[in-house]
């Protein structure tokens, strides 16, 4: 553990045990904050409970599979049971298919909608008499630059990223008087599936990155990681209802 500005802080965070969840879970529990890490795979997110832990972290694995309301339910539950309360929440976990919009099909929509733009509402929900309880806090939902961008055959995805959005404007705005923070976070990060694609294909992905102001692609820990580290902590207490661009400047 390197900081404390997170300090007996309890951080739920879904989509843990890998890529930009995993970068997350890292860079809270350094900076002191109990983390709950929680992901369908939960051999996953116990490996990154390991590695917490062998930063003097501390953390716990939760299986769970956001598309279902009782398995949120159950991870805020077994998360506040561990922590004695909850300060934030982060919304990472997804699935998705890629198609053009003209091959989208019912399951394609499903499969976003469940993980991603629902997983986050029951999440959400299952937080707010939480953190409302402990004062206040502060949560964190994902968009997708493929959706801002309006990337092709990420149509049924971006459906889903677009709502997160709009859903985090409306939380930011109803639950504000309990002093709870509702913000989305965009990003461009090399996660698993940048790292496949950018071993499928080389010369696409060095145009993408080059396409970039830093001309690189985001690691999930320093910069993803410590930008929701900056969203959890104090530093950013006056903003809610925004979109944070981490992106490189794309």
């Not at 709950?36 to 694995?61: D, H, N, P």
Request: hydrophobic content about 45%; charged content about 20%; some cysteine.
């Amino acid at each position: 553990m390197t900081g404390t500005r997170l300090a007996g802080r309890a951080v739920l965070v879904t989509g843990a045990g890998q890529g930009i969840g995993r970068g997350i879970a890292l860079a809270l529990a350094k900076e002191g904050a109990q983390v709950a890490l929680a992901g369908r795979t939960e051999k996953k997110c116990a490996a990154v409970v390991a590695e917490i832990e062998a930063v003097g972290g501390t953390a716990i694995s939760l299986a769970c599979d956001v598309a279902q309301r009782s398995e949120v339910d159950r991870a805020v539950e077994a998360t506040v049971e561990r922590f004695g309360g909850l300060y934030g929440l982060v919304n990472n976990a997804v699935a998705s298919a890629q198609q053009p919009i003209e091959e989208i099909t019912d399951a394609d929509v499903e499969l976003s909608w469940r993980s991603g733009a629902m997983g986050t509402l029951y999440a959400m929900q299952a937080a707010l008499p939480h953190l409302r309880a402990g004062g206040g806090g502060s949560i964190v939902n994902f968009g997708s630059s493929t959706a801002v961008k309006g990337n092709g055959t990420f149509g049924a995805y971006a459906m889903a990223k677009e709502a997160i959005r709009g859903l985090s404007r409306v939380a930011a705005r109803e639950w504000g008087r309990y002093n709870i923070r509702v913000n989305v976070v965009v990003p461009v990060a090399m996660s698993p599936a940048s790292e496949e694609f950018s071993r499928d294909h080389p010369d696409r992905f060095a145009a993408m990155q080059n396409s970039l102001a830093l001309r690189r692609v985001g690691d999930c820990e320093t910069d993803l990681g410590r930008g929701v580290l900056a969203l959890m902590s104090d530093d950013l207490s006056y903003l809610t209802g925004d979109t944070l661009m981490l992106t490189g400047g794309m």
